[in-house]
């Protein structure tokens, strides 16, 4: 069973920026393939960003591309969401996800391809 809790969400002006922390359980942390989501309401939940196991690829939706940045720390079993230049349509829960076996699957950007979530943290951007 893997454990996923996020932190560091919070309001914030627009042009502003927040980084957000995914703190993972398991003992093989550096084997999973992990991702950023986000879900605003009345919206289906969006692929936002993911990193490889290693840390060596990343991928990100278009519309954060240039502005957000995905990281980890696989000696600390964390995963990171630097967000810069904030947006109010950045607006929504967001949410990280682990795929446990993404040394074999490698990286995804589809909801169904992760095993395990966090409980979300909220993102609210003013403008």
């Known amino acids: 069973q893997v454990q996923l809790v996020e932190s560091g969400g919070g309001l914030v002006q627009a042009g502003g920026s927040l980084r957000l922390s995914c703190a993972a359980s398991g003992r093989t942390f550096s084997r999973y393939s992990m991702g950023w989501f986000r879900q605003a309401p009345g919206k289906e939940r969006e692929f936002v960003a993911t990193i490889s196991w290693s840390g060596g690829r990343t991928y990100y939706a278009d519309s954060v591309k240039g502005r957000f940045t995905i990281s980890r720390d696989n000696a600390e079993n964390t995963m990171y969401l630097q967000m810069n230049s904030l947006k109010p349509e950045d607006t929504a829960v967001y949410y990280c996800?682990?795929?446990?076996?993404?040394?074999?699957?490698?990286?995804?950007?589809?909801?169904?391809?992760?095993?395990?979530w966090g409980q979300g943290t909220q993102v609210t951007v003013s403008s």
């Open positions: 996800a682990a795929d446990p076996q993404g040394i074999l699957h490698g990286t995804s950007s589809q909801v169904h391809a992760y095993d395990y």
